[in-house]
């Protein structure tokens, strides 16, 4: 389950909405080539006619194709309904519907609203300059649409294939920017700090091979403890860079569970950038040996903060983590 280890944006999670969200969306029946607030070239508002959009914001989003979307040189961006709602603010985390659709194949790559929940982005500085545009001078309840590139949304022209995007393709980017997202308590400090193994969990196996947690004697932390890690088996390899993609092998678990939401032990091991993870994991694996086996113990600010991910890990959740480190190479030696 790719999206239980990704870095949000975001785990899926269903949020409340608030009362105001059909006023706020009640006239976005509106072609994207429509008048309105905007701060757009005229090339984006002619490249958008080639697509229009129904729903409420919040509610659902159907787009209709009419023609093939040409791949932009510079992003732009379109308001389609102003909310009513406060403006964002530097440093909220915005519960959104994301949406993406290709406008090469005229096809939806990725839509939240068919997951069945909001996403919470960080408006931090810290998505990539077509969130920044999208969130600049945008208010609560508001749609707001980009014509942009695979390079500029995922930071290269090939990171879109898993999306089955293509690299030269043109993407269309909605926001549903629904309301402010609650945060998570934040940590003492972003430092892995070793513990002994009595501190934490014991690792049940069978085989060899994690299958569970026991929680016998484990209390349960502050949702302030930073990331504590212990290492049950120390490797012999490199040590992992942040910037490295990883092959691990992993199994995790919510405090006192009975099982684990998610694990690769019983299928093949997951390859992924690091940087792409939840930051627990950039924390904790960040000059571990190559070969170890590690037991990390997460905070909810690290992790899927205070929504949680899905109906197995709750919102606020403290998260525990076997990892078994297969692989380490650098970012450039693994594309």
């Known amino acids: 389950m790719l999206r239980r280890l990704r870095r949000p944006t975001a785990a899926l999670v269903p949020l409340l909405l608030i009362p105001a969200l059909a006023a706020c969306g009640g006239n976005s029946n509106k072609s994207a080539g429509d008048s309105g ?32 979307i040409a791949t932009p040189k510079t992003t732009t961006v ?31 790559a990725y839509s939240d609203y068919t997951n069945g929940a909001p996403e919470s982005l960080p408006n931090n500085g810290q998505m990539g300059a077509v969130f920044d545009k999208l969130f600049s001078g945008a208010t609560y309840g508001s749609r707001v649409v980009a014509v942009t590139t695979p390079a500029d949304l995922l930071g290269s022209a090939s990171a879109g294939s898993q999306l089955g995007i293509g690299a030269d393709d043109s993407l269309v980017v909605v926001a549903d920017m629904v309301k402010k997202a609650p945060v998570s308590p934040t940590p003492s400090d ?27 004697g484990v209390k349960k932390p502050a949702l302030t403890t930073p990331v504590q890690r212990t290492i049950l088996k120390k490797g012999t390899g490199a040590k992992v860079k942040s910037t490295d993609t990883l092959t691990i092998n992993y199994l995790g678990e919510v405090y006192g569970a009975k099982k ?37 113990q997460i905070p909810p600010a690290y992790a899927y903060g205070a929504e949680g991910s899905g ?9 525990w983590f076997v990892i078994d480190v297969v692989k380490a190479q650098a970012a450039s030696a693994a594309q």
């Open 78 to 108: 379109k308001t389609l309904v102003k909310g009513t709602g406060d403006a964002i603010a530097s440093g909220d985390s915005v519960s959104t519907y994301l949406w993406i659709g290709d406008g090469t194949t005229k096809k939806v």
């Open 260 to 296: 684990a939401f998610d694990e690769s032990y019983s299928k093949t091991p997951y390859t992924a950038a690091l940087s792409d993870l939840i930051q627990g994991w950039s924390i904790g694996l960040t000059g571990v040996k190559v070969g170890s086996r590690v037991l990390l």
């Open 190 to 216: 972003d430092k892995a700090h070793d513990v002994p193994a009595s501190k934490m969990p014991a690792v049940v196996t069978k085989n060899g091979k994690p299958t569970g947690l026991d929680w016998k």
């Open 37 to 68: 607030s905007t701060n757009s070239s005229a090339s984006a508002a002619a490249g958008l006619s080639a697509v229009s959009f129904t729903g409420d914001v919040g509610k659902s989003l159907t787009a209709t194709w009419h023609n093939k």
């Open 311 to 319: 109906s197995d890990i709750p919102p606020n959740a403290t998260l």
